[in-house]
């Protein structure tokens, strides 16, 4: 079986959110079925990216900050899609967080 292989899917306003198991997590816009967003947070875990809306709750129509396991298992990453486009390779998440949680 593939480290590329999905592990996750999530249903966002607007698109989906897909982990695989190599740790990548990609934000997909449905209407064009583009890739907007993704990094490659490392993580080795079954632990699926969470998903939490801006405002904290389900109405609102900012992107959603997301949240994930890191390369230390001790570690979570929280990302916000807002602050990178997709180059073609997804860059470490180091450039990618806003915050880490120990």
Request: net charge negative.
């Amino acid at each position: 079986v593939s480290s590329q292989s999905v592990l996750s899917v999530q249903t966002l306003k607007g698109g989906c959110l897909s982990q695989s198991k190599d740790g990548r997590v990609k934000l997909w816009d449905l209407e064009t079925q583009q890739l907007r967003w993704e990094v490659a947070t490392d993580s080795c875990s079954f632990c699926r990216v969470l998903v939490e809306p801006q405002g904290g709750d389900d109405s609102s129509s900012g992107t959603p900050l997301l949240i994930s396991p890191l390369s230390e298992p001790q570690e979570i990453g929280i990302f916000d899609p807002r602050l990178a486009v997709p180059s073609g390779t997804a860059p470490p998440a180091e450039q990618l967080l806003v915050s880490r949680l120990v």
